[in-house]
């Protein structure tokens, strides 16, 4: 019995340190989301990690490589957003977005902490799990 307690315990307290995370770093994803939607490009880049803003350079590349690489985020019609969970000690959000089709796509959000705050450091689209009957 103490050995579950503590496993349950010690399980509980590795979860803290991202739950603790969750609010600002989701503030920050659905704040460039909301950006880009009125083509806010130069306030969607302040939300770009140091590397990604010097792996673009401007606000305008930044913007055009989100709108045509990744669409479903440039104009999402929902988003909803999943679990928050740390990976090799990088934290990651899966987001779900619905884009205008209607078409739905699970997106990873790699994040970082700097002195302005959560920055988002890298988005990965997930393949759509395959569906078979």
């Known amino acids: ?33 909301n950006a880009f939607q009125v083509d806010d490009f130069a306030t969607a880049f302040t939300f770009a990690s140091p590397n990604i803003k010097a792996l673009f ?3 305008e590349n930044f913007g055009a490589m989100v709108s045509e690489g990744y669409p479903m985020v440039h104009r999402p019609s ?35 902490e700097t002195p302005e705050g959560w920055q988002i450091n890298g988005v990965q689209l997930l393949r759509a799990p395959d569906v078979g009957a």
Do not use: C, S
């Open 78 to 112: 929902a988003v909803t957003m999943l679990e928050l969970r740390e990976v090799a000690g990088n934290l990651w959000q899966r987001v779900m977005i619905t884009d205008e089709a209607g078409k739905t796509h699970l997106l990873d959000y790699q994040m970082i």
């Open 1 to 33: 019995m103490r050995i579950g307690l503590f496993a349950l315990l010690t399980g509980m307290l590795f979860a803290l340190p991202a739950a603790a995370q969750e609010k600002p770093i989701q503030d920050t994803i659905q704040n460039q989301l």
């Open 57 to 59: 350079g401007t606000p």
